[in-house]
């Protein structure tokens, strides 16, 4: 199997840079080839300066080299581009080309034709993108993998691990400690971290590797009970570990990737958590501790995280098990063999 990404990076401090590099990571040890488009990392095989198109010669001098179907895992997801970038694929090797889309957006007739008429395989990782997918390019295979969350490395502590982390990481000890993971833009509604009462400690983990809301930022920053972290932070399972409580605010489309990585590494460290019910969310299972609000509700997060605070009952790691990585790699090499 050949693996052919942009989004490989060392760091994996985002949705779709994480879900790319995992499986290239993991399907390497497999015996796949990775090859890196414009993107630098330890691990690939080759590392490529590919034109837009994927026409290059380079490109296909790595792929013909290496035997088997080829895995393409585009960051745009389904762009005309990507599918532009497909097809080629495609007319340059006669491979079976599987694509993997971490996101979805609404396609023009170019590009439903293009992905048609490369005859591709779409991989998919929530069931509400498995659906859309079928229905706007009939005739197309369409399967769906749950990625993905390595429950070995997010794994439930103890409470006096919990409280050694929180001094660890300079937390309090006599405050409500909320945290959430992602990318610093008003388009992730984290604007609701605003209205938290004194009682009540945020810490907020931003991407160091996406464009930030600098407006937004310093409105954070004038609060003393609000953390931000905008370093990489290789131990990240240690801070949702030291977390009490992990709330995912997002209500606006395309603000995540399908199924978002962090509510899943929250649920394998037990931690309780609010979420809206943004795409595979609303598919996980039913939980203690396990809150899915209305967009409404969740301007009323501090009267939210009031009544949480309360439960003393917490069994979020069962949602994470059915998403784990090892399950999710072996799916997605079966529905490709």
């Known amino acids: ?42 691990y690939a095989d080759y590392k490529i300066s590919a034109n837009k198109i ?58 439903k034709w293009l992905l048609k008429a490369s005859k591709c395989r ?22 769906n993998v749950q990625v993905g969350v390595d429950t070995s490395k997010f794994k439930p502590v103890s409470e006096d691990q919990k409280k050694a982390l929180k ?13 959430h993971v992602g990318h610093l833009k008003h388009g992730r509604n984290i604007d609701v971290f605003l209205d938290i009462d004194d009682d009540t400690y945020a810490v907020l983990v931003f991407s160091a590797v996406t464009e930030k809301d600098l407006d937004l930022k310093r409105e954070l920053e004038k609060k003393k009970n609000i953390k931000i972290i905008e370093d990489y932070v290789p131990n990240i399972e240690e801070i949702y570990q030291a977390a009490d409580i992990y709330v995912f605010p997002i209500v606006a489309e395309n603000n995540s990737i399908d199924v978002p990585l962090s509510v899943l590494e929250a649920a394998g460290t037990n931690c309780k958590i609010i979420s809206t019910k943004y795409k595979e969310i609303a598919y996980f299972d039913d939980a203690e501790g396990f809150h899915r609000v209305s967009n409404e509700e969740m301007n ?27 399950k999710a790699l072996n799916d997605l090499k079966e529905i490709i063999r």
């Open 300 to 326: 009323n997060l501090q009267g939210i995280i009031n009544e949480v605070s309360k439960e003393t009952s917490v069994n979020t790691s069962i949602i994470a098990e059915k998403y784990d990585w090892a």
């Open 1 to 42: 199997m050949v693996i052919i990404s942009d989004c490989l990076k060392n760091n994996l401090d985002e949705g779709c840079i994480k879900v790319a590099s995992t499986i290239s990571k993991k399907l390497k040890k497999a015996g796949a080839t990775v090859v890196a488009a414009n993107c630098d990392c330890d």
């Open 54 to 111: 994927y026409t290059n010669k380079e490109l296909y001098n790595a792929i013909s080299e290496s035997n088997g179907d080829i895995l393409y895992i585009p960051f745009a997801s389904n762009t005309l581009g990507s599918a532009v970038r497909t097809f080629n694929l495609v007319r340059k090797t006669g491979s079976k080309i599987n694509v993997l889309f971490s996101l979805r957006w609404n396609m023009n007739c170019l590009t």
């Open 167 to 179: 001094e660890k990481y300079g937390l309090p000890l006599d405050k409500t400690v909320v945290l």
């Open 122 to 143: 779409v991989i998919t990782i929530s069931q509400e993108s498995y659906e859309f997918f079928k229905k706007e390019i009939p005739g197309v295979a369409v399967h």
